[in-house]
Every structure is written in C-alpha cells, then in structure tokens.
C-alpha cells in the first residue's frame, strides 16, 4: 500500500520511466515482509539496459527488476535505500520522508 504522495507525483514519475529516464518515486509503504520498512523508492526506467546499468554501481541485480507492464523499476528499501538516496543527491526525499 503507498501513501504519502500525491497523484501529480506519480504520473511524473510514470512519464519519465516511459520516456527513458532513471526516475525516483519516494512513499511511504508497509509490508509485513520488511519489518521496520517504512517507506520504498521506486528506481525505474523503461530502457532496461539503462536501469540494469545505473542498478550496478549499487550493486544491485537485474533479476531484482520489478518487470511491471510500461514501468520496469528497483524497490530500494532500508539502509541501501538512504544510502542510494544520499548518493543521488536526493535530500529532499531523505527530508521528507524522514530517512
């Protein structure tokens, strides 16, 4: 379940995943697999070769690529989710969301 951002945000977000973009989305979100998460960050592109490429400077694998239809993306949660925000530079999303 998300929550916490607005529907403007999330269309911005779609736009720039189906143009090609690495595109972050920050919301609040529970699931009773990560206990403690409190929040995910959405990392998606729609050139694939392009988020597998920008997922390896963090290590991350492309079998974790969430293949949803039109908006392929990373769920980053927990420390490796500050840590990737902080290196993108996205303070605000660390701000706001309290990370």
């Not at 916490?4 to 529970?30: C, M, N, P």
């Not at 998460?37 to 997922?55: A, P, R």
């Not at 390896?56 to 690529?65: D, N, S």
Request: aromatic share 14%.
């Amino acid at each position: 379940m998300a929550f916490g951002i607005q529907r403007s945000e999330l269309q911005d977000w779609k736009s720039s995943v189906r143009s090609g973009e690495i595109a972050f989305l920050t919301h609040y979100w529970l699931d009773e697999r990560f206990p403690g998460c409190k929040t995910v960050t959405k990392v998606g592109c729609s050139d694939i070769e392009k988020l597998i490429e920008w997922g390896k400077q963090y290590g991350l694998k492309a079998e974790w690529i969430d293949m949803k239809k039109d908006y392929p993306h990373y769920d980053l949660f927990g420390q490796r989710e500050r840590d990737i925000l902080i290196n993108e530079g996205l303070k605000n999303q660390l701000e706001r969301f309290r990370l």
